[in-house]
């Protein structure tokens, strides 16, 4: 609860966040920037004349409820727009408030998490069976061997999802990896909770371990609004090191196994997104496809050294700028120019 309340302070769209159940119907859409404050320090070295931050994209979707897998609430609309996204975030309400509804009609943060984890998994169990039995059905054609890997996955799917217990982080080979990706199953997709807190309790809006942080809607709604340049303060008087926006943010591009590498000249200095693991002509695949094509050699040098070296030509002369192949794997935080024909 609250989840349309912290999408808009995130997003800055108006959206509808009224005071009753299932207001949002048609998913709401945000592009948002990641916070990093390297680009700042990066464009300062090299006289920029403007910093271009990467984005990810929040989605609000309609809220869960028991039932939800039996059409309840909006039941298959919600589980067919969730099925869209790459991960999911979860907003449980924490705070007490007699004014504001819950659903359930009690405020049980662990319950809710219940109920929504049950939901996800009864609408896979759903897909999973179907496959399974359709699967059993042609074991015997020219494709039994594939039919057979397949079948083998899904009855470890089946058996999980018995169990109550999400897909996310299942024992995969690689080829069951790959036959995973065209169920597009809601629980195994990654998941990260939102406890959304009382304003009494602001002081607990920190990153939490595991895959949940706390953070108070009303505050963060309020935060917002506040000036760019006076937000420190407002942070520092509340004894904040940073807005629980900005935590979900930086959590949510972790959630998703992305990091950032950086390009840096007097034109601009801008952050690209790349998944975790990605070599160097992959990412220059990222700035124009046909960089990926062409893509001859890397010179990289991580950020901070950079910053030490104080400029792109002052850190060569060092000798601190590195030549990377094809099948250098990138790094969070790397600076790069590529070479292309």
Same mark, same amino acid.
């Given at each position: 609860?609250?989840?349309?309340?912290?999408?808009?302070?995130?997003?800055? =769209?108006?959206?509808?966040?009224?005071?009753?159940?299932?207001?949002?119907?048609?998913?709401?859409?945000?592009?948002? +920037?990641?916070?990093?404050?390297?680009?700042?320090?990066?464009?300062?070295?090299?006289?920029?004349?403007?910093?271009?931050?990467?984005?990810?994209?929040?989605?609000?979707?309609?809220?869960?409820?028991?039932?939800?897998?039996?059409?309840?609430?909006?039941?298959? =609309?919600?589980?067919?727009?969730?099925?869209?996204?790459?991960?999911?975030?979860?907003?449980?309400?924490?705070?007490?408030?007699?004014?504001?509804?819950?659903?359930?009609?009690?405020?049980?943060?662990?319950?809710?998490?219940?109920?929504?984890?049950?939901?996800?998994?009864? +609408?896979?169990?759903?897909?999973?069976?179907?496959?399974?039995?359709?699967?059993?059905?042609?074991?015997?054609?020219?494709?039994?061997?594939?039919?057979?890997?397949?079948?083998?996955?899904?009855?470890?799917?089946?058996?999980?999802?018995?169990?109550?217990?999400?897909?996310?982080?299942?024992?995969?080979?690689?080829?069951?990896?790959?036959?995973?990706?065209?169920?597009?199953?809601?629980?195994?997709?990654?998941?990260?909770?939102?406890?959304?807190?009382?304003?009494?309790?602001? =002081?607990?809006?920190?990153?939490?371990?595991?895959?949940?942080?706390?953070?108070?809607?009303?505050?963060?709604?309020?935060?917002?609004?506040?000036?760019?340049?006076?937000?420190?303060?407002?942070?520092?008087?509340?004894?904040?090191?940073?807005?629980?926006?900005?935590?979900?943010?930086?959590?949510?591009?972790?959630?998703?196994?992305?990091?950032?590498?950086?390009?840096?000249?007097?034109?601009?200095?801008?952050?690209?997104?790349?998944?975790?693991?990605?070599?160097?002509?992959?990412?220059?695949?990222?700035?124009?496809?046909?960089?990926?094509?062409?893509?001859?050699?890397?010179?990289?040098?991580?950020?901070?050294?950079?910053?030490?070296?104080?400029?792109?030509?002052? +850190?060569?002369?060092?000798?601190?700028?590195?030549?990377?192949? =094809?099948?250098?794997?990138?790094?969070?935080?790397?600076?790069?120019?590529?070479?292309?024909?």
């Amino acid at each position: 609860m609250g989840k349309s309340t912290i999408f808009q302070a995130l997003t800055k =769209k108006k959206v509808d966040a009224s005071n009753y159940p299932f207001c949002t119907i048609d998913p709401n859409v945000g592009v948002v +920037a990641v916070p990093d404050e390297r680009l700042a320090k990066l464009a300062a070295m090299s006289h920029s004349e403007k910093i271009i931050p990467t984005t990810i994209e929040f989605v609000d979707i309609a809220g869960l409820v028991k039932g939800a897998s039996q059409g309840e609430g909006l039941g298959n =609309k919600f589980l067919n727009h969730i099925r869209e996204v790459d991960a999911l975030v979860e907003v449980v309400r924490v705070f007490p408030n007699p004014d504001v509804i819950h659903v359930h009609g009690a405020i049980n943060p662990e319950d809710d998490r219940q109920v929504i984890n049950l939901e996800l998994i009864l +609408a896979d169990l759903e897909i999973a069976e179907k496959r399974l039995e359709r699967v059993a059905t042609q074991l015997k054609g020219p494709q039994e061997k594939t039919l057979l890997a397949e079948a083998t996955l899904l009855e470890k799917v089946v058996q999980r999802l018995k169990s109550n217990t999400l897909l996310h982080g299942m024992d995969l080979t690689d080829e069951q990896v790959t036959l995973m990706r065209q169920y597009n199953f809601l629980t195994y997709k990654p998941l990260l909770y939102v406890h959304n807190i009382g304003e009494s309790d602001i =002081k607990t809006t920190v990153v939490l371990p595991g895959n949940t942080i706390a953070m108070c809607g009303k505050l963060e709604s309020e935060l917002a609004e506040v000036p760019e340049n006076e937000l420190p303060e407002y942070l520092r008087q509340l004894e904040l090191s940073d807005t629980g926006l900005n935590q979900l943010i930086k959590k949510s591009y972790e959630l998703l196994d992305l990091i950032t590498f950086i390009t840096t000249g007097p034109k601009d200095t801008r952050a690209w997104t790349l998944v975790k693991g990605a070599k160097a002509p992959q990412a220059a695949g990222v700035i124009h496809t046909d960089f990926e094509k062409g893509f001859i050699r890397a010179e990289v040098i991580n950020w901070n050294e950079l910053l030490r070296s104080e400029s792109w030509v002052h +850190a060569r002369e060092l000798g601190k700028i590195r030549i990377e192949g =094809k099948e250098y794997v990138m790094q969070d935080g790397d600076v790069v120019h590529f070479h292309f024909q």
